[in-house]
């Protein structure tokens, strides 16, 4: 059986996360352009919808943060090239400043955080984070999971951005936070590391990494839908996510 890189090869240099974006482009894109999203670009969103976001990812932030220091461990215990540390010490730091943008928002908007209850969205998300922390998972696994996380936000918000969107004056924080270029970047710094791992690994791997890939926009999905307004819900899945 042929290895990442003859597969590569095969596929006329195409690298592996393009040929997942390709292959399962149907549920990328139901994550990146779902309603919620489109609401907002667009100039319709209903803002309790949008409270309701804010609530929920600041309880998921905690367990992305806690997710990514598993993802510098393993870095520092299994990546060929030491680079890879600095860029997730990077997203660590700017973690810091990301918390700080949600309490100011949650103050604005009369929310206290620390009354906020996951909903299941948030809490099978999370879990599914955890379950990547565990020592047996790869690095190659992991990050993988990270870039997919980290590009669907951008995507998603950097749509919102883009000329003749009606995005509201009060959202376009939110939307620059994760849309603007130097995020975008940094995402496709995690996907060329993504990339290099994946081709220098072994068919196994990368046959894990593309059940955490899909298990990753099953998840965003699933959180787009819990916030989103229900008459404008038009999810696009590719069969449902379950507890497993």
């Not at 710094?189 to 290099?196: F, G, S």
Request: proline fraction near 3%.
């Amino acid at each position: 059986m042929a290895d990442p890189k003859a597969r590569a090869q095969l596929a006329g240099a195409m690298t592996a996360t393009e040929s997942w974006l390709r292959k399962h482009r149907l549920i990328y894109t139901g994550a990146t352009r779902h309603p919620f999203i489109l609401t907002i670009r667009d100039g319709t969103i209903d803002l309790s919808a949008f409270k309701t976001w804010l609530e929920q990812d600041f309880g998921f932030l905690r367990s992305f943060a806690a997710f990514v220091g598993s993802v510098l461990v393993k870095a520092w215990k299994e990546s060929d090239d030491r680079a890879d540390e600095e860029v997730i010490l990077a997203c660590l730091a700017a973690l810091n400043d990301e918390f700080a943008w949600f309490k100011k928002e949650s103050l604005k908007r009369d929310i206290n955080l620390s009354e906020v209850v996951p909903q299941n969205a948030t809490a099978g998300y999370s879990r599914f984070l955890e379950s990547l922390m565990r020592p047996e998972v790869e690095y190659t696994v992991a990050i993988t999971a990270l870039w997919l996380i980290e590009a669907v936000y951008h995507e998603s918000f950097a749509h919102c951005l883009e000329e003749g969107t009606k995005t509201p004056l009060e959202l376009r924080e939110a939307c620059e936070r994760w849309g603007n270029e130097g995020f975008g970047s940094y995402c496709n710094t995690l996907k060329k590391i993504a990339d290099r791992r994946l081709e220098m690994g072994s068919e196994e791997v990368s046959k894990k990494a593309e059940v955490g890939f899909l298990r990753v926009l099953e998840y965003e999905v699933e959180f787009w839908n819990m916030v989103c307004p229900p008459h404008r819900t038009a999810a696009v899945t590719e069969g449902s996510t379950s507890e497993r």
